[in-house]
């Protein structure tokens, strides 16, 4: 478990900071450039928490879909479709228009604040969890809520990374 978490972030590191190449852009969120909303940081904020909503409540209903299914390792195809997906929209938001000093960060806290209330959420739900019956594995339970922890806090650090320090460069 622990290789294949560490495995995943070295992917992902590797995903962002790519040298030389082609970056990878979203198409239609490039042309929401010329819409009058898409100049204001706090509705591009807006705009990446429902995308982030979408995105992991789309996941999140396949992922149920597919425990009724009996097809072993598609739910780690479709997770990491989920974290490419992902890191392709954050840079797409991040390449769709030129950035006045301090937007992109208000774009990050908005956007990446889905993730960081998840994390609250899973957090108190950890802080507050009784056991429900005698013999229940206590133990189980609270690695589901640490992966809960892992997964939302480190989508929240690298979406916020993303969106803040991603450098823009307009030549490629």
Not at 16 to 44: A, C, D, E
């Amino acid at each position: 478990m622990t290789l294949m978490i560490l495995l995943g972030f070295i992917c992902v590191l590797f995903f962002m900071r790519k040298s030389g190449g082609k970056t990878y852009r979203v198409k239609w969120i490039l042309s929401l450039n010329k819409h009058n909303w898409f100049q204001n940081p706090w509705l591009i904020g807006a705009f990446l928490f429902g995308m982030n909503l979408l995105l992991f409540g789309s996941t999140a209903l396949i992922l149920y879909g597919i425990t009724f299914m009996m097809i072993p390792y598609v739910h780690l195809v479709i997770m990491v479709g989920a974290v490419v997906s992902s890191i392709l929209l954050w840079q797409s938001i991040v390449y769709a228009r030129d950035w006045g000093k301090g937007e992109r960060l208000k774009v990050g806290l908005v956007g990446s604040g889905f993730y960081l209330f998840l994390f609250l959420i899973i957090l108190y739900k950890w802080m507050m969890y009784v056991l429900q019956y005698p013999g229940e594995d206590e133990f189980m339970s609270m690695i589901g809520f640490f992966i809960g922890e892992l997964v939302t806090g480190m989508a929240f650090i690298i979406c916020f990374v993303i969106i803040v320090f991603l450098p823009v460069d307009k030549r490629v």
